[in-house]
């Protein structure tokens, strides 16, 4: 701290206590002698106001919290570094897309939108991916969600938004959620909002993990090369691990068994040195582009498919080390979308332009001071000067006498000046128009997108919109909203809409009248897909193994291995969290006690479990819903044979399908991890679903 702030040590020595502890000092840097009691007069009488480190201490702890931020408030946070891959030059002069192989430090922070702090990870909700890239010429922020359009078109919207989509005002709840009725109204009544809601109704919004997902910087952005000429982008960020979601019911029971299940997820794959990586892809196009396009590039509820403007990849995004204090760096980090660098510009994209003002404001109001910029996970990496001085918590003022430009006191002592050259310039534009409030017509055509991403999906995943839509609209208690949302679907898909209105139990509305005419043949794009994207991978995720005594050591071992080599990990579940005697007798500790343990916490499941244990759990309700629960969520599920009679149990001996498999020849772990890749057992799902 003291070396950050330049100030001068005085020389004392560091102090110690006499086993060798730091000693422990106020503020001031006076040792403390006792931290147990208060000064007080007398043993058992009235405190005494002199105690200067029972008040500076009290006075420090009431004022620990801040505001949390208005939205976006849950969020989790790792540094690492972005690696370009492919020169830019010819579309942008930014050093960091220019310099291939250069490693710029990064920020990242992953959120939920509308829970506050203490919410659980696994609500239903959009997430944000904000980047902050250190580069050389500055901070440059790519404040990102995980889906690639917003609910609205016009940043004037976005406090009617956000109020509708948190809790009810009254009454202060529903928390994280979107599942009530103002959200539904606010909706409903906003036709725009239908492609995001498409997008927010799909796995998308319950993802398995911050790893899994994509990213996207929403906007059209532009990047400008050397000789100032402009290209239109959007940015993309594609992780390496592949695209993976929870279901539903999984979400539901996970917020219940670890509502930190995300954050735990990056820290520990982090610590355990499996870092994440994204790819940075650029959609890149032109004016003439722009105008042809059945949208306008400047509509934020609006993607360009990928079969229309290909990716282009250029670097790779990689989080390689946790923060070392979660308040210092995850909750006073500051993403502000005004934040670019020489290479980069905005558009006129109404929703960003709206963005750049509410970010460096609502700073003003978390952190307390214009001075949050002096913050280390704020400040840039690269020099900076100017004359902005003074504020609370000021701690990079400027140095002598000259805190003003022009003037003359020269180069030594006259403090920094513009720069023509390196300086940051806004492309020229022309610009010509009355000063209005209108939309353009060209942001009407509200549905178009909307099926289209409908239609990309696979089966599955049409049945999950369903599901969720008829989810939600259930927990509206006002008829017509239920309704009047069911109107749009009809402009969405005409099978959309009868399975919603059948799974509400209502008679199908009227068509909503639609603003355009919507372009009905728009072709599906495979890349809107989860599932027809799978990874086809089990690195980065985790076999539950249930144990008990007696499991066969042989097999524990093989299941292990097998996993390792497919990149995975294993943790143990047993009765006891100190473990099981395994068959060759020796203990093996557990990570989790089962009712601690949840299969929800696992990619897939194996049931090493002994005649004696099986007995032992027979009435067993957690291990009963540990094996329904894999089942019912689609899980691949090993088992050995004297694990049938708690299947029985689990009500799923009947239904033992291919993603089962036997655990019982040496070669049977081999085979069954093998089948792992595939995640899940989608087939199934129609199975477990009465709706199906
Ligand atoms: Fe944000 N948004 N937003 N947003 N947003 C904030 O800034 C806002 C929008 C996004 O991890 C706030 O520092 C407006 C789109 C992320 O710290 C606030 C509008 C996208 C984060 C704000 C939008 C985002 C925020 C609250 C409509 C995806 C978290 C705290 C014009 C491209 C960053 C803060 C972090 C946070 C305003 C819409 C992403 C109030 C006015 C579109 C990832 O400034």
Redesign the pocket.
């Known amino acids: 701290m003291t070396d950050d702030l330049n100030l001068d040590k005085g020389g004392a020595p560091r102090q110690t206590t006499e086993q060798g502890y730091e000693t422990l000092t106020t503020q001031q840097g006076v040792a403390v002698s006792d931290d147990q009691n208060h000064l007080k007069a007398g043993e058992r009488g009235p405190m005494l106001m002199e105690d200067f480190h029972f008040r500076e201490k009290m006075f420090h702890f009431d004022h620990e919290r801040i505001p949390e931020?208005?939205?976006?408030a849950r969020?989790y946070g790792a540094h690492g570094y972005f690696e370009l891959t492919d020169d830019c030059s010819d579309v942008s002069m930014a050093h960091i897309l220019t310099n291939v192989g250069e490693k710029t430090p990064a920020f990242v922070?992953f959120?939920t939108v509308a829970g506050n702090k203490g919410s659980p990870d696994l609500a239903r909700d959009v997430r944000?991916?904000?980047v902050k890239l250190y580069t050389q010429e500055g901070n440059w922020d790519i404040?990102?969600?995980n889906i690639p359009v917003?609910f609205?078109q016009d940043?004037i919207k976005?406090p009617d938004l956000i109020h509708s989509a948190k809790q009810e005002p009254d009454r202060g709840f529903p928390q994280a959620q979107t599942a009530h009725d103002n959200f539904w109204d606010f909706v409903s009544l906003s036709p725009e909002s239908m492609n995001m809601i498409m997008w927010i109704m799909s796995d998308r919004t319950i993802p398995r993990s911050f790893r899994f997902m994509e990213g996207?910087?929403?906007?059209t952005f532009k990047l400008v090369n050397s000789e100032g000429k402009p290209t239109f982008v959007k940015f993309h960020w594609k992780p390496k691990q592949g695209l993976q979601s929870v279901v539903w019911n999984e979400a539901l029971k996970l917020n219940g068994a670890d509502p930190d299940f995300h954050r735990r997820d990056l820290w520990d794959s982090i610590q355990s040195g499996d870092y994440p990586e994204w790819e940075l892809g650029l959609q890149l196009f032109d004016e003439e582009f722009a105008e042809k396009f059945d949208f306008d590039v400047l509509d934020?509820t609006k993607i360009i498919p990928e079969e229309l403007v290909p990716i282009r990849k250029v670097g790779r995004l990689v989080l390689d080390r946790v923060v070392d204090n979660f308040f210092a760096e995850t909750e006073q980090?500051?993403?502000c979308t005004q934040n670019i660098v020489p290479g980069v510009d905005f558009t006129n994209d109404p929703?960003l332009q709206?963005?750049n003002f509410?970010?460096l404001?609502?700073?003003l109001k978390?952190l307390g001071s214009p001075n949050f910029t002096h913050i280390p996970v704020n400040a840039p990496k690269c020099p900076f000067r100017n004359f902005q001085q003074d504020g609370h918590m000021a701690m990079h003022n400027p140095k002598g006498r000259a805190n003003y430009e022009p003037n003359s006191w020269g180069t030594e002592d006259g403090g920094p000046r513009e720069d023509p050259k390196r300086g940051f310039k806004s492309v020229p534009e022309e610009i010509e128009g009355q000063k209005l409030r209108v939309r353009p017509e060209r942001f009407a055509d509200h549905y178009s997108q909307a099926r289209q991403f409908y239609i990309s999906q696979a089966e599955i995943e049409q049945k999950h919109i369903g599901d969720a839509l008829t989810f939600e609209l259930s927990k509206v208690e006002t008829p017509a909203i239920r309704e009047r949302m069911v109107s749009h679907l009809r402009n969405i898909d005409e099978d959309l809409a009868k399975t919603v209105a059948n799974g509400l139990g209502i008679d199908l509305p009227k068509a909503a009248p639609p603003a355009r005419k919507p372009i009905t043949d728009l072709p599906a794009s495979d890349p809107l897909s989860i599932v027809k994207n799978a990874p086809n991978s089990f690195k980065g995720r985790k076999l539950g193994i249930f144990v008990t005594d007696g499991a066969d050591a042989g097999q524990l071992d093989a299941l292990k291995k097998a996993v390792e080599a497919a990149g995975g990990m294993t943790e143990l579940v047993a009765p006891k969290v100190g473990g099981v005697k395994l068959s060759d007798g020796k203990m093996m500790p557990a990570k989790q006690k089962i009712d601690g343990g949840p299969s929800v916490l696992y990619d897939a499941v194996a049931l090493l479990i002994s005649e004696a244990g099986a007995d032992k759990l027979k009435k067993d309700a957690p291990t009963r819903d540990f094996i329904a629960d894999a089942f019912a969520h689609l899980k691949f599920i090993g088992y050995t044979p004297a694990a049938m009679p708690l299947m029985e149990k689990a009500g799923i001996a009947d239904s033992l399908d291919q993603g089962c498999v036997k655990l019982d020849g040496a070669s049977d772990a081999k085979n069954f991890v093998d089948l792992l890749p595939r995640l899940r057992v989608w087939d199934r799902e129609m199975k477990v679903d009465v709706d199906a």
């Open positions: 931020r208005v939205v976006h969020g922070r959120s944000g991916f904000a404040v990102g969600n917003f609205i940043a976005f996207f910087g929403v906007h934020a980090v500051a993403f929703l709206g963005r509410s970010y404001d609502t700073q978390r």
